[in-house]
């Protein structure tokens, strides 16, 4: 028999506590599978005594996260407490100094020092794995880093963030407002303490920042994401792109480019035929996609207590059968700085406007697009009672600033009323 | 710099020249992301001078594999030959005996002598991997071994034949006969040379035996595998099970129960609205569920240069990486022989059958079902012309030997003409 992996475990929440479970519960499973037992010695959270529905009096208590990842007797600390900074930084810090293997969910700390923390890994010899911070139980940081690793990967797509992916289903399926929907998310208790962590695309662009900087070879680089949220998504988008055979997903896209890095995670249009485009509720989808391999497409839970435990237990499971790979897939110091694009990949736009409805108005339209060097791939003007008519575009392909340009010159004209609405439609 | 890992290839078709050209043309991606350089030594195969699109004149070549697999230059055996047996087979021992890792892409070699293998590996210290065998490009392989390795799998599902999904999908895109169907994928060379293989369910068992080992810690047990191809599968079940909300599949399913360890290649229906079911052309698609994570779907190219080399990458990445995991996922010896289900987890059936144009006909039918104890979901008699009338029926829950009771007790009526058709409905 050989040692014990020893786990110190900081932060309790259901995710924490669902570990400790999977420990205390599969034992003989788990030391069947990694050829040793994995034990939890010690636990740590701000509150002791809540009853978290598992017995931890087995464990060393350690109040401060700190103490904790540095016990002699914790060889790989989990850091389950969230947030970019403070406790779980100074606590991952403390443990990576320590020489400790460190696996942690926690992807806004990563999006924000992911590089330095990689970085102090690999100068203390340690290892850094977070699965669990990137869509949940779906091992999508495994399959790109390992399993991938391969293949120059072309693109990343990814559907990261359940609550958005519930609120744009629900204004689907059951015709309600934005504001109706938040509500609804709001009462299920699927929203953040802030929630524009979810519905400004924050906590999905986050994670598409980690998997860009495997992806790519790159520095994680969160502040170079193009980020828009699901906020300004009208129910008249999402009925009006239905009857164009798309549906409108917060769709997170990284691709390198000629010109620079490429990541966005905005409010995009996918065929209704596609995974993505059939990918209901609070499911997270990721689809990567590498010059050897073609598509990849994973589906799965993107939050919860048991998926979230399983995306730890693996990255566990792996630092006790002995696999020391780096923090984003190869050394840090060899990540190179991201260069953002400057401009997008070319893209199908879907527009949609209040046309006035007057002689000429449509040509003005059409006009500016064409002057802009864009050309219309579909067009629908639908039956109206007041005085504007919805006018639905779709483009060929063409780049957002021209697109931006022609927007511009439609309002010059005064034929539309108030802003149009542009959105990228992603081939997938 | 560290050292090399010398790769030793025996079998240049389309993978094995995919390995070569991925090894020659990424050889700075590869050395970055596993921190060695991955080079080729040696090299075997049965025609030295047939044009495989790639210059192979930098390496040792070997006429008989055994003698490149114990090279004392190679570090890794990359087996992609094939069969079962022979050269496959021999040249496997060979590696693993002289201590020498192997990766293989032999579903056949691994579903017939994987316990052995695996046994041998392990006493010689070895390390043997798979991931192109299951599946081509999809890791479900990792998945299932390490990512979910926190987990008891509850069931596996897959479609893992890309000809028999072809061969289905065409029958009911295009209302081809099975035999025109076929005809058409052969056409194609979607193939293999003895069609059994795809057609016969035998091909996608092999893959499916794999998965079964590492989901439960079982020895690899194909034999048990309960078999049935596609050969049967007519277009009028392809339109009547659309007609109730269904596709058929040629459908792996592998559960654990109380009763033993349940195998299943055939076809099945399942929800047209499901991942599974919205699975057209040669796509794979394989389906995890654990008690932890919930279920993950995983879809990809399950054939083909790219996809398959690129798992086979993987598996070298990983070795190049140092990572060390036993073949199945557990230590050989801990495996434990396979009991099969001697009876089948109850489901739903759809029943096809042409019925007596006579008073009473559909009466006897019904008795014969409920006398079985099986209860009618639902029911459509249609229209026709001759002397039988087609009629489905979807039961509710039963066993499949409740089931053919009560079909010997119809059959014995005289109301039926010709056997019915009877096809398991796989919830998904």
Known sequence: MTSPLRLGIAGLGTVGAGVVKIVRQKAELLSARSGRPIAVVAVSARNRDKDRGVSLTSYAWEDDPVTLAT?????????????????????????????????????????????????????????????????GGIPVIKALTEALAGNDITRVMGVMNGTCNYILTRMEGAGLSYAEAFEEADALGYLEADPELDVGGIDAAHKLALLSSIAYGTQVAFDAVELEGIGKVSIDDIRQAADMGFKIKLLGVCRMT?????????????????????????????????????????RGAGAGEGPTASAVMGD?????????????????????????????????????????????????????????????????????????????????????????????????????????????????
């Open 71 to 135: 016990r002699d007797d914790v060889d790989v600390f989990v850091e389950l407490m969230g947030g970019a900074d403070g406790s779980a930084k100074a606590a991952t810090e403390a443990a990576l100094d320590a020489g400790k293997d460190v696996v942690t969910a926690n992807k806004a700390m990563l999006a924000h020092h992911g590089q330095a923390l990689a970085e102090r890994a690999e100068a203390n010899g340690a290892i850094l794995r977070f699965e669990a911070a990137v869509a």
């Open 258 to 298: 000629g010109r620079g890095l490429e990541q966005r995670m905005a409010p995009c249009l996918v065929p209704e035929g596609s995974p993505l485009g059939q990918l209901d509720g609070g499911t997270n989808m990721v689809v990567i996609e590498g010059d050897q391999v073609g598509q990849i497409v994973m």
């Open 316 to 428: 566990v499971m792996d630092l006790a059968r002995g696999f020391r790979v780096s923090t984003f897939g190869q050394a840090a110091s060899s990540l190179t700085p991201a260069v953002p694009a400057k401009t997008a990949t070319p893209a199908s736009f879907y527009l949609r406007m209040a046309l006035a409805d007057r002689p000429g108005a449509l040509a003005k339209v059409a006009t500016a697009l064409g002057e802009s060097g864009i050309s219309i791939d579909r067009m629908r003007q639908y039956g109206h009672q007041s005085d504007a008519a919805p006018v639905l575009i779709v483009t060929h392909k063409t780049t957002r600033s021209a697109l931006d340009q022609a927007i511009a010159a439609m309002e010059r004209t005064g034929v539309v009323q108030a802003a149009p609405v542009a959105l990228r439609i992603e081939r997938v």
